[in-house]
């Protein structure tokens, strides 16, 4: 894989916006919105930076992950929240028809556009995670994910670790954590839909005291990211 990889942003948790409609599902429980479980913090600010720089399409969420969990099949357990798993089966159909499937598509068509003229494609989910989960402190301030099996996902993550700690010694980068890059989501359904050598799912993991941090480290670090997924594009 020599030529130039193209890239696709994708932020399946960028928002914790709750639809009108949907909205006395969350009456007496609107403060759950704000933390880690509604949204990921930092990353609607971080795909946009991304994209821009690199001018590469994104795709948003526009409502919250309590609602339908975007980056879950549709047989995942946690796909709906207690939220929403209230609603009728017939609701939660129209859920998945006007919310979930739209997004998902809308990312796969960003990649069939981009392997139609050029690629291959990096397909970059920008995610965020609580520091602490479980009265565990998660030991990292970056994680990329991917799967293991697949040697151009693995390689580009290796590299884009290595110029991250170069760009800034301080960044404690991890690959793989605090998630495993193999395990139920929309790259993982990805990878199924198309070939190893066209297509590379990544999801790019921050750790949201940073994002929630000072501004100056927060845009330090968005400078290093950007900085460094430049270089590791071409992948020679």
């Known amino acids: 894989m020599s030529a130039r990889i193209e ?22 429980r609107e403060d759950v919105l704000d933390t880690h479980r509604g949204y990921d913090p930092g990353t609607r600010e971080l795909g946009r930076r991304l994209a821009r720089a690199l001018r590469a399409p ?20 946690a796909l709906f929240s207690e939220f929403s798993r ?13 919310f979930y499937h739209p997004h998902r598509q809308a990312v796969e068509r960003a990649i069939r556009a981009k392997l139609r003229s050029r690629g291959p494609v990096l397909h970059l989910g920008v995610h965020s995670f609580t520091p602490v989960l479980a009265g565990r402190r998660r ?14 996902e693995a390689a580009l993550c290796r590299r884009w670790q ?16 605090p998630y495993r890059g193999d395990a139920d989501g929309l790259t993982a359904y ?10 590379m799912g990544v999801e790019l993991e921050i750790n949201q005291s940073l994002s929630l941090g000072t501004r100056t480290r927060w845009a330090a670090l968005q400078e290093s990211l950007t900085t460094t997924l430049a270089s590791v594009l071409p992948l020679k």
Request: aromatic share 8%; net charge positive.
């Open 139 to 152: 030991n990292a301030d970056i994680g990329l994910l991917y799967d293991p099996k697949r040697r151009h």
């Open 190 to 199: 990805l990878r199924t839909v198309f070939p190893q050598r066209r297509y």
């Open 58 to 77: 994104i795709i948003l969420a526009r409502y919250t992950r309590l609602l339908v969990e975007l980056n879950r099949s549709t047989h995942h357990r």
């Open 162 to 177: 290595d110029a991250l700690r170069s760009h800034d010694a301080r960044l404690r980068v991890r690959r793989n954590y």
């Open 86 to 98: 209230r609603l009728s089966r017939a609701e939660r159909r129209r859920v998945l028809e006007r």
């Open 7 to 28: 890239l696709v942003v994708s932020c399946e948790h960028a928002s914790n916006v709750v639809p009108a409609k949907y909205r006395h599902l969350f009456e007496g």
